[in-house]
């Protein structure tokens, strides 16, 4: 099934994607893909972090301390390496972390004074 229109239309692949028993998505906020075409999802739920493979294999999954903030994710890669920057709104940051959910850097908000 086709879904969308113009230059905007994807195929719908049924089953792609399929998360593992107990797993459920919440509202989704960023979807990137990776040099090895992996899929990864930030939602808000305990497997904020979600990485399928390109078939809809599930990889793996992490990040439940931005299940009430995820809210956006960007992929970049630097000096060889990727990171992901994901933006939470109710911890007020960004964390800069690897694709294996290490983190490298957060960026909280500024002392008010």
């Known amino acids: 099934m086709a879904i969308g229109s113009g230059s905007h239309q994807y195929e719908v692949g049924d089953g792609w994607g399929a998360l593992p028993q107990g797993m459920a998505y919440g509202y989704t906020h960023g979807i990137e893909i990776d040099s090895d075409d ?64 290490t983190e490298v850097y957060r960026l909280g908000v500024p002392p008010l004074s």
């Open 38 to 101: 992996n899929v990864v999802i930030f939602n808000q739920s305990k497997d904020a972090v979600v990485i399928f493979d390109r078939d809809g294999g599930f990889k793996s999954s992490w990040g439940a301390e931005f299940q009430k903030g995820a809210h956006g994710l960007f992929l970049s890669e630097e000096d060889g390496i990727e990171y992901l920057y994901l933006a939470d709104n109710a911890q007020h940051c960004v964390v800069k972390t690897k694709i294996d959910g």
